[in-house]
């Protein structure tokens, strides 16, 4: 008989979504970000494609940036950080995300939406939107909704995932 509390495919990708946002080297913020294929993919159904994180570009160290939420404006993480989104986007390198899906702890701002539409991704699944009411936020909710982008804010069934090494290592 087969096990019947395993999770859905909705908890397994905001999960690795969720897994991916614990790369950030951000002190006060981490995000990710999960690519999954959709139905018509020529990559398969439900295959991952790309993940990202919140963190400095390629080659710019994070001992050399400043990660200060306030201050003078290039004296703040602001200007120089890639959100999770458009780093799972450029994680792709160059693959279609043409019908796919993508899975956010954080409701996408309005810069990473335009790289959403942009990149021919479908449907968004986030789990919190804790910033829905900012200018930014109600920009990126006009402009997906135009461009035909799916908003779903996700529910979790099961409220906690355990990653356990000792149990998954095999001696």
């Known amino acids: ?19 991916a946002a614990q790369r950030s080297k951000d002190p006060n913020t981490q995000v990710g970000a999960c690519i999954v ?6 990559y398969g159904k439900n295959v991952i494609i790309s993940t990202g994180y919140n963190g400095f570009p390629c080659g710019c160290s994070d ?14 993480k602001y200007p120089y ?3 999770a989104e458009l ?14 899906r993508i899975y956010v702890a954080l409701f996408p701002c309005n810069e990473c939406a335009k790289a959403i539409i942009q990149s021919g991704i479908k ?24 461009a035909g982008v799916k908003l779903r804010r996700f529910y979790p069934e099961c409220k906690k995932i ?3 090494f000792e149990k998954g290592s095999i001696d």
């Not at 395993?6 to 905001?14: A, L, Q, R």
């Not at 294929?37 to 020529?42: L, R």
């Not at 200018?135 to 909704?145: F, G, N």
């Open 1 to 19: 008989m087969k096990r019947s509390d395993y999770i859905s495919w909705d908890e397994y990708f905001m999960g690795v979504s969720l897994l």
């Open 123 to 146: 449907e968004v699944i986030y789990l919190n939107d804790k910033y829905s009411n900012t200018d930014a936020t109600l920009a990126s909710k006009r402009m997906l909704e135009s």
């Open 87 to 100: 780093n799972a986007i450029l994680n792709a390198h160059g693959k279609s995300l043409i019908g796919t």
């Open 162 to 164: 355990v990653l356990d």
């Open 37 to 42: 294929s959709g139905e018509d993919s020529a």
């Open 81 to 83: 950080v890639v959100h």
């Open 63 to 76: 001992d050399e940036y400043p990660w200060d939420r306030e201050g003078e404006p290039n004296k703040t």
